[in-house]
């Protein structure tokens, strides 16, 4: 657009030459923003009408809609697919996993942040660079230290590997957050005698309350979508499998049967709960992911 | 409160660091070891065989330099353009709208865009695959694109995008960039809402259309941002194999054109039983992420604007 070279009095033309661009502007903004907003909602959509067609339909109508709901997709899904096991499997491991790490990443992220002591700075550097580390490169190790500790397929094995794999990027966020807490209120509470333990679960736990929420979120979500170590280290039983897993062993078996109704029904049986809890929580859970990322 | 410090920091971190060095630490030492031998992985006997498997890595054409080539891609392109499309369509939400009264608005609904980009973050990556499988499917399997090709009269690749060896590493980074953008768009919307709206007020007065105002005033400011994303879009395009593993065929197919790093590490390790083989790769890349990290670090550093 024209730079504005116009003397006082013409200023009101200067002014509307911006307002016209910005309608074009706004136009277009709308325009892209829409764009990516229907392909996001038009895939997801579209497996949603898919999961209530026939197998006939899937693969001979793809952009039509059923001729009627074909819920009996749901009922394979849930009775041979095992969808609602898989749940409850992968619920059970969350509950150990996310509070373990919590519970663990926390306690290691408070000595870290708030004493002083030879190796401090070693300890942190060490747990920092977990977060870089590929996992590609331990699983064969993990599966062996696994095995030698009869630990191989067991949900011990894999919470206790959940656990280990997310203290990294919970220790390294939790550190930082435990030091811009204020001294203030923990030397109050040492005058009024309260010891270390204390100190850290009757104050400092609670006023770490929005970074523990954040981080929380951020491990429940990566939890949950874990793929690779399940994979490995969870491979025996295909009924143990958590939900990830489930749905891929589900997926490959579709490719032998051809149930490929059933297989998109599982699929949005599992997207139901993460929408409802998304739409929901969708504040805290931006909030949460993005605050990771935030150092 | 001075005594039973030492106690107490020794009872606060010997579970996670005991933890942490057990299955994580331990099991990586391990992988550098066993990446200087010939072990297969089921047997117990194995000799030293220097650095043999790191010179046979970039002999096998098979698998591996296909693989290096495709993540290289990946590492390239995918941060690229999700930095980019992210920066795009968060600088349309906060201060594409119109001017009002000298003060420029966001879009309208910039709340719903924010929960429907966002969503393909949450979901797991097997929904993505399976979801994404099909849209990608060749006609008679009912696929979406090719459906829509067809409806429209135009040409689609008669196997699927994701059979088609033209076209499959493409759709697995649109896949990875359709999940990845909305956590960026959040992202650098937020580091977007801090920046002062007087700079942008300044800058109409001076008639600067939004394009200087993106590259003069919001990029530079957002350079730290825009870096440490950088570094995670990195690290996440060194580690993709779970989609590659999901959707395509033979796990990296067809002939190897999907073929990944991380992919080749697995198949190596679990399939062919040549446990130092995939090691050595994996050892590869490690310092590939540890080299890209430190790279940025330096390079990207510029003069930080206070603000």
Partial sequence: MATDTSAPPEAPAAKRAPRSEGNVLNVFSQGFLWLWALMVIVPVAWIVVTSFKTSREIATDPLGLPAAPHWENYVNAWT?????????????????????????????????????????????????????????????????????????????????????????????????????????????????????????????????????????????????????????????NPDDAVISQGLANLAMRQGYEGDAGALFAGTVLAMVPIFVAYVIFQRQIQAGLTAGAIK | MRHGRYPFILSFLVLPVGLYAWLVILPFAQAFQISLTDWSGSSNSFEYIGFDNYVNLFKDERFVLPALRHTGIILLVMPLVTIALGLFFAFMLNLGGRVRRGRIEGVRGARFHKIVFFFPQVLSVAIVGILWKQVYAPENFGGLITGALKA????????????????????????????????????????????????????????????????????????????????????????????????????????????????????????????????????????????????????????????
């Avoid at chain 1, 898989?86 to 290691?108: D, E, H, P, R």
């Avoid at chain 1, 011990?156 to 030091?179: D, E, K, M």
């Avoid at chain 2, 088609?164 to 909305?182: E, P």
């Avoid at chain 2, 005033?217 to 995670?232: F, M």
């Fill in chain 1, 80 to 236: 041979n697919g095992n969808i609602g096991s898989f749940f409850l499997n992968t619920l059970f491991v969350m509950v150990f996993s996310v509070t373990g790490t919590m519970l663990l990443g926390s306690m290691a992220a408070y000595v870290l942040a708030r004493y002083e002591f030879v190796g401090n700075r070693l300890l942190y550097f060490g747990f920092a660079a977990g977060m870089m580390f590929p996992v590609f490169l331990a699983l064969f190790p993990l599966f062996k230290t696994l095995s030698n500790v009869s630990l191989l397929n067991t949900y011990t094995g894999l919470i206790l590997v959940y656990i280990a794999y997310s203290l990294p990027f919970t220790v390294f966020f939790l550190t930082a957050f435990f030091r811009t807490l204020p001294s203030g209120v923990a030397e109050a509470a040492v005058v009024d005698g309260a010891g270390h333990y204390r100190l850290f679960f009757q104050v400092m736990l609670p006023m770490a309350k929005p970074g523990l929420i954040a981080i929380t979120i951020f491990n429940i979500i990566g939890q949950w979508n874990q793929f690779l170590l399940p994979l490995v280290l969870l491979s025996r």
């Fill in chain 2, 152 to 307: 429209v009269g135009l040409p689609a690749p008669a196997n699927g995008f994701l059979a088609d060896t033209r076209f499959v590493l493409a759709a697995v980074i649109g896949v990875l960039v359709w999940s990845a953008v909305g956590f960026y768009l959040v992202y650098f919307s937020s580091a977007m809402a801090s920046i002062p709206r007087d700079l942008y007020e300044a800058a109409i007065i001076d008639g600067a259309g939004r394009g200087p105002m993106f590259f003069k005033i919001t990029l530079p400011l957002l350079w730290d941002s825009v870096q440490t994303a950088w570094i995670y879009l990195s690290i996440i395009a060194l580690d993709v194999f779970v989609l590659v593993y999901l959707m395509t065929p033979e796990q990296g197919g067809p002939d190897a054109s999907s073929e990944v790093v991380g992919g080749v590490i697995w198949k190596y390790a679990f399939k062919h039983g040549e446990q130092a083989f995939a090691s050595a790769i994996g050892v590869v890349l490690f310092f590939a992420a540890l080299s890209l990290a430190v790279v940025s670090l330096r390079v990207g550093r510029r003069e930080r604007i206070e603000f």
